[in-house]
């Protein structure tokens, strides 16, 4: 029994392969590694020195000229070329377009405040579908004095563009709260401040001044010391609103006025419906006679 298990333990170790030494494992790990024999280059005994190296001649220093314009040059082209653009493919509602620097400015009508937005967020080479800003500006010696203005943000394209339109007092302008909900309180603002009445608005209320205001602040003809004025009465718990009474010192003082004062009584084209009556002063009560 003894003898058989040597036998197959003497037969087993002549057929295993003998085991590699570390450095045949090495160098059959740098075979494989690399494919290419081994060479060897000759390097020079002495290394050049840099610091005595040929240098180039050293003539006048001349600086480019470089004209402040020509960084806008590319983008005012490409603005005017969309700006073109846009007026061609709206030709009814654009009526004309201007660039300065970076920025493209629209000209519409307010017949066409819908279907110019309506192009300008779902045409794909627009894309603007983020309404920054809706403000205006008032100017009286104009027939319309109202220029309402829109800034739109297209983020497919990173790129802005202005809307203006224009209206008088009595003219309403579509609202875009139908395409833009952030148009709201924007054009709420507006109606507020300037007077401008937003046709399909589904909630046209002042936002800024209080209940029962008069006029809208931001007109060039609105007096800086407004019509009346607001206190807190110690007796009645409550602000009550009083015609504006000023002392004979601030009367004098001719920065109360507004520059854009009329010359005449004007004229006035604010429905009826929309015009508050002013308030009375409140009865003062007589004090008990003791």
Not at 2 to 19: D, M
Not at 22 to 32: D, E, L, P, S, T
Not at 135 to 159: C, G, K, M, Q, W
Not at 229 to 243: A, F, G
Request: net charge positive; hydrophobic share 35%.
């Amino acid at each position: 029994m003894a003898t058989s298990i040597s036998r197959s333990r003497a037969l087993a170790s002549a057929l295993r392969p003998a085991k590699p030494s570390v450095q045949a494992r090495n160098n059959q790990a740098i075979r494989c590694l690399s494919n290419t024999a081994r060479q060897y280059v000759a390097m020079p005994k002495e290394s050049p020195n840099l610091r005595k190296a040929p240098r180039d001649h050293i003539g006048t220093l001349k600086a480019p000229i470089v004209n402040p314009a020509d960084k806008y040059q590319s983008k005012s082209d490409n603005m005017h070329r969309y700006g073109a653009w846009v007026m061609g493919c709206l030709p009814k509602y654009v009526q004309q377009f201007s660039v300065w620097k970076d920025e493209l400015t629209i000209y519409i009508s307010p017949s066409g405040v819908y279907p110019v937005f309506s192009f300008l967020k779902y045409n794909t080479a627009a894309e603007f579908t983020q309404v920054s800003t809706i403000t205006a500006a008032d100017y009286p010696t104009r027939e319309n004095r109202f220029e309402i203005v829109y800034n739109l943000l297209s983020v497919r394209h990173n790129s802005r563009i202005r809307v203006k339109t224009y209206a008088d007092e009595a003219s309403p302008v579509p609202s875009v709260t139908g395409l833009f909900d952030g148009a709201n309180w924007y054009e709420r603002e507006v109606y507020d401040l300037y007077g401008v009445f937003f046709a399909g608005h589904p909630d046209l209320r002042r936002i800024m001044t209080d209940y029962g205001f008069e006029g809208h602040p931001l007109r060039k003809d609105f007096p800086l010391t407004g019509y009346t004025e607001i206190r807190y009465d110690e007796e009645k718990k409550r602000i009550v609103t009083e015609p504006l009474e000023l002392t004979q010192a601030f009367r004098n003082f001719e920065g109360g006025s507004s520059a854009w004062e009329p010359v005449g009584a004007g004229l006035d084209r604010t429905p009826e419906s929309f015009k508050l009556p002013t308030p009375k002063p409140e009865e003062k009560k007589e004090e008990e006679k003791k």
